[in-house]
């Protein structure tokens, strides 16, 4: 089987690509992360394919970031946290043709951060978006903090990590975070129509448009690369274990004890 993780499908032109891993609420794990990067490269590169679709399977998630029950100071996988994800985001942005976050549930944590760096996001009236990061004893110290700010303004960004509020779609499209939201039964539909509307464009004139929107922020990636580091750093401390403590134990997380 060439996948695991993940469900592969074009669609008269677009590529679907599909975190099959509802009963974890499609978080990820190193798995996961590799299969997605290995799907959007193939996407990226496949003549027949003019854009890519970024989906979560079942109706409660698109993506709950990273896995927490294979996360213990660090993930499953390979990279500097055990979880490619400078790779994975630098994939999404690196592929020369628009990707789309479809969301119909929850965009949490990491998954808030895929759906912030997709070119469009695409959203039905169950979404919802949030950071859980500093609640949970993580922060993505690259694209999920500057780029976001980018996306919805310095003020909202703050306000979205700090405070690890729930934001509906309709709410997600006010601030810039999603592009439209529809009702539900719609969702697939209104994707699968930007999608081929996208198809219809001229793929190179798309290609270098995606590459000069990225080249405002590129200096994120190292950042991010940068930051890596710091958090791997942090996920070997009790304060960031005390966050994947308490959801395990279906507790409040204690963060006062770590005060400084
Ligand atoms: C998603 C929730 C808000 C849903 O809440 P609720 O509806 O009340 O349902 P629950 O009962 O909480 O959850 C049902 C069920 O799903 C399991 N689950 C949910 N999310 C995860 C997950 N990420 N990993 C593993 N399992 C998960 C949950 O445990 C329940 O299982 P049961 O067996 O039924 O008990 C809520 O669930 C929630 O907030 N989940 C945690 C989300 C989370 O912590 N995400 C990742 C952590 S931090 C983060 O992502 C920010 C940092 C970041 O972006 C990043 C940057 C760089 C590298 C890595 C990351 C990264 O992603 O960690």
């Given at each position: 089987m060439e996948y695991e993780d993940i469900l592969y499908e074009v669609r008269n032109g677009a590529a679907w690509i599909t975190i099959n891993r509802p009963e974890k609420m499609n978080?990820?794990?190193g798995q996961t992360c590799d299969e997605i990067i290995r799907a959007l490269n193939k996407a990226g590169y496949d003549r027949s394919v003019g854009a890519i679709v970024l989906a979560g399977a079942g109706d409660r998630a698109f993506c709950t970031g990273g896995d927490q029950s294979a996360h213990n100071g660090n993930y499953d996988g390979r990279g500097t946290i055990g979880l490619p994800m400078e790779e994975l985001h630098n994939a999404i942005r690196d592929v020369p043709k628009p990707v789309i976050a479809r969301v119909q549930g929850f965009a949490i944590g990491g998954g808030n951060v895929i759906c912030t760096?997709?070119?469009l996001t695409i959203c039905s009236d169950k979404a919802q978006f949030g950071?859980?990061?500093?609640?949970m004893g993580s922060v993505d110290p690259g694209y999920g903090t500057a780029f976001l700010a980018r996306v919805v303004g310095e003020k909202k960004a703050r306000e979205i990590w700090y405070l690890n509020r729930?934001?509906?779609g309709a709410e997600a499209v006010a601030m810039g975070l999603a592009?439209?939201?529809v009702p539900h039964d719609q969702l697939d539909a209104e994707v699968q129509k930007w999608a081929?509307?996208?198809c219809e464009r001229s793929p190179t004139a798309?290609?270098?448009?995606?590459?000069s929107f990225n080249a405002d922020t590129a200096h994120q990636a190292g950042i991010a690369g940068l930051g890596m580091y710091a958090l791997k750093l942090y996920y070997d401390t009790e304060e960031s274990r005390e966050g994947v403590n308490a959801l395990k134990e279906k507790r409040k997380p204690d963060f006062r004890k770590f005060a400084k």
């Amino acid at each position: 089987m060439e996948y695991e993780d993940i469900l592969y499908e074009v669609r008269n032109g677009a590529a679907w690509i599909t975190i099959n891993r509802p009963e974890k609420m499609n978080s990820f794990r190193g798995q996961t992360c590799d299969e997605i990067i290995r799907a959007l490269n193939k996407a990226g590169y496949d003549r027949s394919v003019g854009a890519i679709v970024l989906a979560g399977a079942g109706d409660r998630a698109f993506c709950t970031g990273g896995d927490q029950s294979a996360h213990n100071g660090n993930y499953d996988g390979r990279g500097t946290i055990g979880l490619p994800m400078e790779e994975l985001h630098n994939a999404i942005r690196d592929v020369p043709k628009p990707v789309i976050a479809r969301v119909q549930g929850f965009a949490i944590g990491g998954g808030n951060v895929i759906c912030t760096i997709c070119d469009l996001t695409i959203c039905s009236d169950k979404a919802q978006f949030g950071q859980v990061g500093p609640k949970m004893g993580s922060v993505d110290p690259g694209y999920g903090t500057a780029f976001l700010a980018r996306v919805v303004g310095e003020k909202k960004a703050r306000e979205i990590w700090y405070l690890n509020r729930r934001y509906s779609g309709a709410e997600a499209v006010a601030m810039g975070l999603a592009n439209i939201c529809v009702p539900h039964d719609q969702l697939d539909a209104e994707v699968q129509k930007w999608a081929e509307e996208i198809c219809e464009r001229s793929p190179t004139a798309l290609a270098i448009a995606k590459r000069s929107f990225n080249a405002d922020t590129a200096h994120q990636a190292g950042i991010a690369g940068l930051g890596m580091y710091a958090l791997k750093l942090y996920y070997d401390t009790e304060e960031s274990r005390e966050g994947v403590n308490a959801l395990k134990e279906k507790r409040k997380p204690d963060f006062r004890k770590f005060a400084k």
